[in-house]
């Protein structure tokens, strides 16, 4: 059975990108796989957040994974700060990364641009050594990400081999070396305002109507799918370059009716675009408004929340306190 390591930043509100992306996969995992699920709360503050909305939205994410069907029966869920051993790792670990392979982290180079060199800070730069030492900590087998993410997945692959490479004897594995994995599944869901960017978090009001969030009443997901932006062809044929209005509208309606894009042109051949849009609401809302029941159910319910984090960083402890006696005995700090 491999080890299976996920988590999701609270830096902005959650939107259906997420949850097709992240939420509705961990199910899988849980059910072939043992999983450690986390809130990367410390990975939220590499840049500036409100300390309000990092505590409201991280107690917001452990929810949604409980309204996902994850079970902390089955599934490892913590929160990253509640994990020192991971803070200590990554004080050791960082040693062995090298600041020409650290700046050349594509994440870090976007981030960073529209930044003045003085307003950067360490954490941002340092972040994939952070990120490996959570992938490190709980000897992981495997790491589902985007393709966003998957070069930092490869970095800790680098640093496992190198590290092991340096102080590993007869053969014996001291940091397992991960591979990254990228669902099938995962579709780029794009705005629905400007079908040729993705879907993500945003401050601006006019992008915000091409989001739609989780927290999102139905009245709300059903007018912004509505207003989504099509053209003046009038057919339903997925063209993503001619046609990704309608296109990336295919791909939400196929996510959740789990259907092939072929099965949906031909359900909607000869209809026109306010029909095509209403039967992709009527799909999206008939997943999303019992999920949102649930969601609403277990945040309202704080203490109980607490009772998951606190059961889940024991667990988690006890697995990152093996490994960092490991490294800590390899580098001889023990």
Do not use: W
């Amino acid at each position: 059975m491999a080890r299976v390591l996920s988590g999701i930043k609270p830096t902005g509100k959650m939107h259906l990108g997420n949850y097709l992306g992240s939420f509705r996969n961990f199910k899988e995992f849980q059910d072939a796989d043992e999983s450690y699920i986390f809130v990367a709360d410390l990975h939220a503050l590499t840049l500036p957040i409100d300390p309000h909305f990092l505590h409201e939205t991280t107690y917001d994410i452990v929810a949604f994974y409980l309204a996902a069907g994850l079970d902390p029966k089955k599934t490892v869920l913590f929160r990253q700060s509640d994990i020192p051993e991971v803070s200590e790792l990554n004080s050791i670990i960082l040693n062995f990364a090298y600041m020409g392979e650290t700046s050349e982290m594509i994440q870090y180079k976007e981030k960073s641009k529209n930044l003045s060199q003085k307003a950067i800070g360490v954490g941002l730069f340092t972040y994939p050594i952070l990120m490996a030492c959570d992938i490190f900590a709980y000897d992981s087998d495997i790491v589902p990400v985007g393709e966003d993410q998957r070069q930092h997945v490869e970095l800790a692959h680098t640093l496992a081999r190198r590290f092991n490479h340096r102080f590993a004897k007869d053969g014996e594995e001291i940091l397992k070396e991960p591979q990254s994995f990228t669902p099938k599944a995962g579709k780029r869901i794009m705005s629905l305002q400007d079908p040729f960017h993705k879907m993500s978090k945003s401050d601006d009001p006019r992008a915000q109507k091409g989001v739609i969030y989780l927290q999102d009443d139905p009245a709300s997901i059903r007018k912004k799918i509505m207003s989504a932006v099509t053209d003046t062809d009038c057919k339903v044929v997925y063209d993503p370059e001619k046609k990704p209005g309608v296109s990336n509208l295919l791909n939400i309606y196929c996510a959740f009716k789990n259907c092939s894009v072929e099965e949906a042109e031909k359900t909607f051949e000869g209809a026109n675009y306010g029909t095509f849009k209403g039967a992709v609401a009527d799909a999206v809302l008939a997943e999303l408004e019992p999920f949102q029941e649930r969601f609403k159910s277990f945040r309202e319910n704080k203490s109980y929340l607490d009772e998951v984090f606190a059961a889940g960083a024991k667990e988690a402890r006890k697995a990152a306190s093996v490994v960092l006696y490991r490294v800590q005995k390899a580098v001889g700090l023990r």
